[in-house]
Structure formats: structure tokens, C-alpha cells
């Protein structure tokens, strides 16, 4: 999501920039040309907008548990019931809900450990594991 004071920054950069009024000399000022720092200005305003909405779609959090997913479905034929994951996986994939709006299911299994709904798989929040750890995926037992 591109924040308002970024699209305000960048508008009003491109809206203050009178044809010529940063130019070095008047001729270019006659012509309606901009300077060079002012050209480059706009340049890095624009490539820092396009940063900010790549940034805002960016599906990182969610392709190694995607990868799972579709490796289980070739060999299976069905997306797998459950993958066990760390809690820094869970707040990502959490985070990722929540920035691209979708909808949280949340729950709880037999064992008491927390549940999130991803696609047709159960997420199993499983603290006792390492770092970015994601398990193989299974069917329930």
C-alpha cells in the first residue's frame, strides 16, 4: 500500500516543478525544459513509488509454504491436511493475511496447539521447533 505521504511527496514534487523554473539558465527556462537535479528528483520519486507497491504485493512470506504445498499435490494428488511450522513463520504468514485482507481462520487442534486455515491446509503453530522451520506436509493421522 502506497502511504498518502509518499503520494502527496510525489505529487507535489511533479506539481511544484513549473516548466523551467529549476533551469539553469533562462534560455532552457524559455523553452520549458527542467534542470537535470530536478529531472533526477522525479526519477528516484518514481522508482521510490514503484518500490513501495512491489513491496505491498510481495507474496514472500507465503512461497516456501506454497512450495510445500505443491510439491504434496504432484505426489498426492491433494493438497496436504497439515504443515507444522515456528512461531516467525506463523506471525509471517499472519501478517500476510492481514496485509492483503484475507480472511483469518483460526482455531485450535486435538492437542491444543493453534491452527490458521491456509487454502485446504491447516498451519499447526508448533513452538518447541527452529527458526523458519516448515515441516514435510501430512494428512491427518
Known sequence: ??????????????????????????AAAATGEISDRSAEDIVNAIK??????????????????????????KATNKFPDFIDISPDVWTSVYDWHVRMGQPLMLGRDAGGRYTMTFGFTQLVLR??????????????R
Do not use: C, K, W
Not at 127 to 140: G, L
Open 48 to 73: 521510490a513509488m514503484t518500490a513501495a507497491v512491489t513491496a505491498a504485493r510481495s507474496f514472500d512470506a507465503i512461497n516456501p509454504i506454497r512450495l510445500r504445498q505443491m510439491d504434496y499435490l
Open 127 to 140: 513452538a518447541d521447533v527452529a527458526a523458519n522451520f516448515i515441516s514435510v506436509p501430512y494428512d491427518a
Open 1 to 26: 500500500m502506497i502511504h498518502r505521504r509518499e503520494l502527496l511527496t510525489f505529487a507535489g514534487l511533479l506539481g511544484g516543478l513549473p516548466p523551467g523554473a529549476n533551469a539553469a539558465d533562462g
